[in-house]
Protein backbone atom coordinates (compact mmCIF):
# COMPACT_ATOMS: atom_id res chain seq x y z
CA UNK A 1 0.00 0.00 0.00
CA UNK A 2 1.09 3.48 -0.50
CA UNK A 3 2.92 4.50 1.95
CA UNK A 4 3.19 8.88 3.69
CA UNK A 5 3.57 10.24 7.14
CA UNK A 6 4.70 13.69 8.60
CA UNK A 7 7.45 14.29 10.16
CA UNK A 8 8.62 16.30 12.71
CA UNK A 9 9.67 17.00 16.25
CA UNK A 10 7.76 17.04 18.43
CA UNK A 11 4.95 14.55 16.24
CA UNK A 12 3.36 12.59 18.90
CA UNK A 13 0.49 14.99 18.94
CA UNK A 14 0.24 15.48 15.77
CA UNK A 15 -3.47 14.93 13.90
CA UNK A 16 -2.03 14.46 10.58
CA UNK A 17 -2.14 11.04 10.66
CA UNK A 18 -5.96 10.34 11.74
CA UNK A 19 -6.84 12.65 9.39
CA UNK A 20 -5.18 11.55 6.24
CA UNK A 21 -6.51 7.74 7.30
CA UNK A 22 -10.00 9.10 7.52
CA UNK A 23 -9.36 11.46 4.24
CA UNK A 24 -8.40 8.17 2.75
CA UNK A 25 -11.54 5.97 3.88
CA UNK A 26 -14.17 8.45 2.80
CA UNK A 27 -12.76 8.58 -0.63
CA UNK A 28 -11.74 5.29 -1.05
CA UNK A 29 -7.56 5.29 -1.15
CA UNK A 30 -5.67 2.87 -0.58
CA UNK A 31 -2.41 4.23 1.93
CA UNK A 32 -1.12 4.40 4.83
CA UNK A 33 -0.25 7.62 7.04
CA UNK A 34 1.95 7.00 9.89
CA UNK A 35 4.23 9.59 12.01
CA UNK A 36 7.86 9.85 12.40
CA UNK A 37 9.81 11.70 15.15
CA UNK A 38 12.99 12.67 13.74
CA UNK A 39 16.23 13.95 15.38
CA UNK A 40 16.75 17.62 14.79
CA UNK A 41 20.04 16.99 12.78
CA UNK A 42 18.65 13.93 11.04
CA UNK A 43 15.64 16.31 8.01
CA UNK A 44 17.49 15.25 5.08
CA UNK A 45 18.77 11.60 5.95
CA UNK A 46 15.34 10.98 7.21
CA UNK A 47 13.41 11.99 3.80
CA UNK A 48 16.01 9.27 2.07
CA UNK A 49 15.35 6.78 4.22
CA UNK A 50 11.62 6.99 3.40
CA UNK A 51 11.74 7.84 -0.01
CA UNK A 52 14.17 4.85 -0.07
CA UNK A 53 11.82 2.18 1.35
CA UNK A 54 8.78 3.23 -1.15
CA UNK A 55 7.27 6.47 0.41
CA UNK A 56 5.25 8.37 -1.52
CA UNK A 57 5.40 11.43 0.12
CA UNK A 58 4.87 13.54 3.44
CA UNK A 59 4.16 16.21 5.59
CA UNK A 60 6.53 18.20 7.51
CA UNK A 61 6.15 19.90 10.64
CA UNK A 62 7.88 22.28 12.90
CA UNK A 63 10.87 22.78 12.79
CA UNK A 64 11.90 21.32 9.73
CA UNK A 65 9.59 23.40 6.85
CA UNK A 66 12.46 25.26 6.10
CA UNK A 67 14.46 22.59 4.78
CA UNK A 68 12.47 20.91 2.69
CA UNK A 69 13.29 23.40 -0.50
CA UNK A 70 16.68 22.40 -1.62
CA UNK A 71 15.04 18.63 -2.03
CA UNK A 72 12.57 19.87 -4.65
CA UNK A 73 12.60 19.26 -7.94
CA UNK A 74 9.98 21.36 -8.71
CA UNK A 75 8.82 24.15 -5.99
CA UNK A 76 5.31 25.66 -6.19
CA UNK A 77 5.04 29.37 -6.26
CA UNK A 78 3.50 29.49 -3.08
CA UNK A 79 6.16 27.57 -1.25
CA UNK A 80 8.77 29.97 -2.39
CA UNK A 81 7.33 32.96 -1.30
CA UNK A 82 6.86 31.10 2.41
CA UNK A 83 10.08 29.72 1.86
CA UNK A 84 8.48 26.72 3.30
CA UNK A 85 7.26 23.60 2.57
CA UNK A 86 4.97 21.40 4.70
CA UNK A 87 4.10 18.70 1.61
CA UNK A 88 6.29 16.65 -0.47
CA UNK A 89 5.71 14.02 -3.10
CA UNK A 90 8.18 11.97 -4.14
CA UNK A 91 6.94 11.14 -8.22
CA UNK A 92 9.06 8.51 -10.41
CA UNK A 93 12.77 9.34 -11.54
CA UNK A 94 13.39 10.81 -8.35
CA UNK A 95 11.28 14.11 -8.64
CA UNK A 96 10.38 16.16 -5.59
CA UNK A 97 7.32 18.18 -5.74
CA UNK A 98 7.12 20.67 -2.94
CA UNK A 99 4.36 22.58 -1.78
CA UNK A 100 3.16 24.43 1.11
CA UNK A 101 -0.81 23.97 1.54
CA UNK A 102 -0.98 26.40 4.79
CA UNK A 103 -1.82 29.26 3.39
CA UNK A 104 -4.47 27.97 0.84
CA UNK A 105 -5.89 26.02 4.28
CA UNK A 106 -6.00 29.07 6.54
CA UNK A 107 -8.57 30.53 3.00
CA UNK A 108 -9.96 27.77 2.58
CA UNK A 109 -11.22 27.85 6.44
CA UNK A 110 -12.02 31.01 6.52
CA UNK A 111 -14.10 31.00 2.92
CA UNK A 112 -15.56 27.66 3.05
CA UNK A 113 -15.96 26.68 6.75
CA UNK A 114 -16.53 30.27 8.74
CA UNK A 115 -18.22 31.72 5.33
CA UNK A 116 -16.72 35.21 5.30
CA UNK A 117 -15.66 35.98 1.68
CA UNK A 118 -12.31 37.54 1.61
CA UNK A 119 -12.61 39.72 -1.27
CA UNK A 120 -12.83 43.45 -0.31
CA UNK A 121 -12.19 42.81 3.67
CA UNK A 122 -9.75 44.99 5.63
CA UNK A 123 -7.49 42.02 6.78
CA UNK A 124 -5.08 42.27 9.87
CA UNK A 125 -2.03 39.84 10.07
CA UNK A 126 -0.45 39.68 13.60
CA UNK A 127 3.17 38.25 13.13
CA UNK A 128 5.50 38.22 10.83
CA UNK A 129 7.34 34.69 11.94
CA UNK A 130 7.29 31.21 9.80
CA UNK A 131 3.48 31.02 10.47
CA UNK A 132 2.44 34.44 9.26
CA UNK A 133 4.74 33.96 5.89
CA UNK A 134 3.21 30.42 5.23
CA UNK A 135 -0.12 32.02 4.53
CA UNK A 136 0.39 35.52 3.09
CA UNK A 137 0.37 34.45 -0.48
CA UNK A 138 -2.63 32.69 -0.93
CA UNK A 139 -3.99 35.31 1.52
CA UNK A 140 -3.23 38.52 -0.85
CA UNK A 141 -4.23 35.89 -4.05
CA UNK A 142 -7.80 35.56 -2.52
CA UNK A 143 -7.88 39.76 -2.97
CA UNK A 144 -8.84 41.42 0.33
CA UNK A 145 -8.83 45.04 -0.52
CA UNK A 146 -6.08 45.59 2.20
CA UNK A 147 -3.80 43.70 4.33
CA UNK A 148 -1.70 45.24 7.08
CA UNK A 149 0.69 42.75 8.70
CA UNK A 150 2.09 44.10 12.16
CA UNK A 151 4.79 42.17 14.61
CA UNK A 152 6.51 43.26 17.38
CA UNK A 153 9.74 43.29 14.99
CA UNK A 154 8.68 45.57 12.55
CA UNK A 155 11.36 44.98 10.14
CA UNK A 156 10.43 41.01 9.96
CA UNK A 157 6.84 42.25 9.03
CA UNK A 158 8.53 44.87 6.24
CA UNK A 159 10.38 42.35 5.14
CA UNK A 160 7.68 40.13 3.99
CA UNK A 161 5.87 42.77 2.58
CA UNK A 162 8.59 43.22 0.63
CA UNK A 163 8.55 39.76 -0.73
CA UNK A 164 5.03 40.06 -1.33
CA UNK A 165 4.43 43.48 -2.85
CA UNK A 166 4.21 42.06 -6.30
CA UNK A 167 1.32 39.53 -5.66
CA UNK A 168 -0.15 42.53 -4.19
CA UNK A 169 0.22 44.81 -7.17
CA UNK A 170 -0.98 41.89 -9.56
CA UNK A 171 -4.29 41.44 -7.57
CA UNK A 172 -4.72 44.89 -6.63
CA UNK A 173 -4.17 44.41 -2.88
CA UNK A 174 -3.24 47.20 -0.46
CA UNK A 175 -0.15 45.30 1.37
CA UNK A 176 1.80 47.63 4.07
CA UNK A 177 3.30 47.13 7.59
CA UNK A 178 2.43 48.63 10.54
CA UNK A 179 3.84 48.75 14.30
CA UNK A 180 1.87 47.04 16.63
CA UNK A 181 0.75 50.37 18.42
CA UNK A 182 0.01 51.69 14.97
CA UNK A 183 -2.19 49.32 13.23
CA UNK A 184 -5.53 51.42 13.26
CA UNK A 185 -8.56 49.70 12.29
CA UNK A 186 -10.98 48.50 13.15
CA UNK A 187 -10.69 45.29 10.55
CA UNK A 188 -13.03 42.77 8.72
CA UNK A 189 -10.83 39.89 9.56
CA UNK A 190 -7.61 39.39 11.84
CA UNK A 191 -5.80 36.61 11.96
CA UNK A 192 -3.17 35.64 14.60
CA UNK A 193 0.18 34.08 13.43
CA UNK A 194 2.34 34.81 16.52
CA UNK A 195 3.29 32.64 19.25
CA UNK A 196 2.92 35.66 22.03
CA UNK A 197 0.40 32.68 23.86
CA UNK A 198 2.66 29.80 24.25
CA UNK A 199 5.17 32.32 25.84
CA UNK A 200 2.32 33.50 28.19
CA UNK A 201 2.37 37.42 26.72
CA UNK A 202 -1.27 39.13 26.14
CA UNK A 203 -2.95 40.32 23.01
CA UNK A 204 -0.37 42.37 21.05
CA UNK A 205 -2.55 44.58 19.37
CA UNK A 206 -5.25 47.28 20.62
CA UNK A 207 -8.84 45.99 21.02
CA UNK A 208 -9.62 48.90 18.13
CA UNK A 209 -8.78 46.52 15.59
CA UNK A 210 -11.78 44.11 16.27
CA UNK A 211 -15.28 45.28 15.89
CA UNK A 212 -18.74 43.29 16.30
CA UNK A 213 -18.70 40.76 13.74
CA UNK A 214 -15.13 40.54 12.69
CA UNK A 215 -13.71 37.15 12.21
CA UNK A 216 -10.92 36.73 14.56
CA UNK A 217 -8.64 33.84 13.85
CA UNK A 218 -6.02 31.93 15.84
CA UNK A 219 -3.70 29.71 13.89
CA UNK A 220 -3.19 27.51 16.86
CA UNK A 221 -6.16 25.48 18.43
CA UNK A 222 -6.71 24.20 21.67
CA UNK A 223 -5.71 25.78 25.39
CA UNK A 224 -3.30 27.79 22.89
CA UNK A 225 -5.98 29.55 21.49
CA UNK A 226 -8.22 30.19 24.03
CA UNK A 227 -6.97 33.44 25.68
CA UNK A 228 -7.03 35.47 21.86
CA UNK A 229 -10.31 33.37 21.50
CA UNK A 230 -11.84 34.79 24.42
CA UNK A 231 -10.68 38.61 24.04
CA UNK A 232 -12.21 38.31 20.86
CA UNK A 233 -15.17 37.28 21.69
CA UNK A 234 -15.28 40.07 24.54
CA UNK A 235 -14.92 42.69 21.96
CA UNK A 236 -18.23 41.22 20.06
CA UNK A 237 -15.82 39.28 17.57
CA UNK A 238 -16.41 36.21 16.10
CA UNK A 239 -13.84 33.64 17.57
CA UNK A 240 -11.90 30.83 15.45
CA UNK A 241 -9.43 28.89 16.13
CA UNK A 242 -6.67 27.13 13.84
CA UNK A 243 -8.65 23.47 13.54
CA UNK A 244 -10.33 24.44 10.33
CA UNK A 245 -6.97 25.12 8.28
CA UNK A 246 -5.31 22.05 10.32
CA UNK A 247 -8.18 20.07 8.39
CA UNK A 248 -7.87 22.21 4.89
CA UNK A 249 -4.47 22.26 4.82
CA UNK A 250 -4.36 18.43 5.36
CA UNK A 251 -7.12 17.91 2.64
CA UNK A 252 -5.19 20.35 0.00
CA UNK A 253 -1.74 17.75 0.63
CA UNK A 254 -3.62 15.41 0.31
CA UNK A 255 -5.06 16.28 -3.00
CA UNK A 256 -1.38 16.88 -3.99
CA UNK A 257 -0.58 13.94 -3.34
CA UNK A 258 -3.65 11.75 -4.72
CA UNK A 259 -5.28 13.88 -7.23
CA UNK A 260 -8.66 13.74 -5.16
CA UNK A 261 -10.06 16.28 -2.88
CA UNK A 262 -11.27 14.67 0.45
CA UNK A 263 -14.80 15.68 2.37
CA UNK A 264 -12.99 18.39 4.53
CA UNK A 265 -16.07 19.66 6.22
CA UNK A 266 -16.97 16.44 7.41
CA UNK A 267 -13.83 15.55 8.74
CA UNK A 268 -13.85 18.78 10.74
CA UNK A 269 -17.30 18.06 12.20
CA UNK A 270 -15.97 14.65 13.19
CA UNK A 271 -12.39 15.99 14.58
CA UNK A 272 -14.58 18.54 16.87
CA UNK A 273 -16.93 16.40 18.09
CA UNK A 274 -14.06 14.41 18.87
CA UNK A 275 -12.20 16.71 21.05
CA UNK A 276 -15.48 18.16 22.31
P1 LIG B 1 6.21 30.51 13.95
O1 LIG B 1 6.84 29.54 13.00
O2 LIG B 1 5.21 29.92 14.89
O3 LIG B 1 5.68 31.72 13.26
P2 LIG B 1 8.43 32.13 14.75
O4 LIG B 1 8.97 32.15 13.35
O5 LIG B 1 9.38 32.02 15.90
O6 LIG B 1 7.39 30.96 14.94
O7 LIG B 1 7.55 33.46 14.92
C1 LIG B 1 6.89 33.76 16.11
C2 LIG B 1 6.02 34.99 15.92
O8 LIG B 1 5.36 35.30 17.16
C3 LIG B 1 6.80 36.24 15.54
O9 LIG B 1 5.97 37.08 14.78
C4 LIG B 1 7.09 36.83 16.93
O10 LIG B 1 7.40 38.20 16.94
P3 LIG B 1 8.94 38.66 16.70
O11 LIG B 1 9.19 38.52 15.23
O12 LIG B 1 8.97 40.06 17.16
O13 LIG B 1 9.79 37.74 17.53
C5 LIG B 1 5.77 36.60 17.60
N1 LIG B 1 5.86 36.61 19.07
C6 LIG B 1 6.41 35.67 19.86
N2 LIG B 1 6.29 36.01 21.16
C7 LIG B 1 5.65 37.23 21.18
C8 LIG B 1 5.22 38.11 22.22
N3 LIG B 1 5.44 37.82 23.50
N4 LIG B 1 4.58 39.24 21.85
C9 LIG B 1 4.36 39.54 20.54
N5 LIG B 1 4.73 38.75 19.52
C10 LIG B 1 5.37 37.60 19.84
Given at each position: ?????????????????????????????????????????????????????????????????????????????????????????????????????????????????????????????????????????????????????????????????????????????????????????????V???????????????????L???TLAVD?????????FMAWARAHGAVPR????????????????????????????????????
Open positions: MDQYCVLGNPVEHSKSPWIHARFAQLTGQQLEYGKQLIALDGFDAAIEAFRAAGGKGCNITVPFKFQAAPLATTLTERARLAQACNTLRFDAGGAVYADNTDGVGLVNDIQGNAGVTIAGCELLLIGAGGAAAGVLGPLVEARPKRIVVTNRTLDKAQSLVERHAALAREHGVGLSAAALDEVGGPFDIVNATASSLSGAGIPVADGVKPGMMYGPAADGDGLGMLVEQAAEAFQVFRGVRPPSARVLAELRAGLD
